[in-house]
Nanobody, 122 residues
Framework: QVQLVESGGGLVQAGGSLRLSCAAS????????MGWYRQAPGKQRELVAA???????NYADSVKGRFTVSRDNAKNTVYLQMNSLKPEDTAVYYC????????????????WGQGTQVTVSS
């Protein structure tokens, strides 16, 4: 089993900043991609940002230039620095990770965190 524990959500005014963290633990041999998704009420879950083990990043167009994803491979932790927050960024943010539990190729996993609420007031 692989567990992801998120922290750092909360309430902030528009224009403010928040930093989310997500630590992975459990039976982990490797973590390939770590990332953040979000889901607003009545909307589908969408990718916000992701980062590979080598540091290659991918962002949703709506957050480019405002959000920065990073990771500490030694700590199995991924971060999301969110600046210039807007009310439309309000959502539950979920951490996601995939990789292998053991050296065996058939030990692939994909894990999700429990979600953390981010609310941006206007």
């Amino acid at each position: 089993q692989v567990q992801l524990v998120e922290s750092g959500g909360g309430l902030v005014q528009a224009g403010g900043s928040l930093r989310l963290s997500c630590a992975a633990s459990g039976s982990i041999f490797s973590i390939n991609v770590m990332g953040w998704y979000r889901q607003a009420p009545g909307k589908q879950r969408e990718l916000v940002a992701a980062i590979t083990t080598g540091g290659i990043t991918n962002y949703a167009d709506s957050v480019k230039g405002r959000f920065t994803v990073s990771r500490d491979n030694a700590k199995n932790t991924v971060y999301l620095q969110m600046n210039s927050l807007k009310p439309e960024d309000t959502a539950v943010y979920y951490c996601n990770a995939n990789g292998r539990r053991t050296q065996h190729i058939d030990s692939y996993y994909e894990a999700w965190g429990q979600g953390t609420q981010v609310t941006v007031s206007s």
